[in-house]
């Protein structure tokens, strides 16, 4: 059975940092692509980065230069680094595996199925 989990969430100043954490257990990252989605309230969750089996990383727009992606595939961990934290960037964040049948995203021109789905880290960024 897949478990997700993130962590690494927090109460942050506009301008810090922060790095969010996600491991899986049930699954091999190195198999999958691996995503990052938020979603603040009233809104619909949207994807934000995400990572394919070559290492390859895409971003959304609103976070291009600000986030970054990585993932340790020897401790099955997956993260996110936010710098330069925006009010705007408040929002639960969730980490999700490539899986089909899922929920179809498109992040930065790469489009796939996400499933197994975390609980969720809380993000808020204070001016």
């Known amino acids: 059975q897949v478990q997700v989990v993130e962590s690494g969430g927090g109460l942050v100043q506009a301008g810090g940092s922060l790095r969010l954490s996600c491991t899986a257990s049930?699954?091999?990252?190195?198999?999958?692509?691996m995503g990052w989605f938020r979603q603040a309230p009233g809104k619909e969750r949207e994807g934000v980065a995400v990572i394919v089996r070559s290492g390859e990383t895409r971003y959304a727009d609103s976070v291009k230069g600000r986030f970054s992606i990585s993932q340790d595939t020897g401790r099955n961990t997956l993260y996110l680094q936010l710098n330069s934290l925006k009010p705007d960037d408040t929002a639960m964040y969730y980490c999700?595996?490539?899986?089909?049948?899922?929920?179809?995203?498109?992040?930065?021109?790469?489009?796939?199925?996400?499933?197994?789905w975390g609980q969720g880290t809380q993000v808020t960024v204070f001016s």
């Open positions: 999700a595996a490539q899986r089909s049948p899922g929920t179809y995203y498109k992040i930065g021109g790469l489009a796939t199925w996400f499933g197994y």
């Open positions: 049930g699954l091999t990252f190195d198999t999958y692509a």
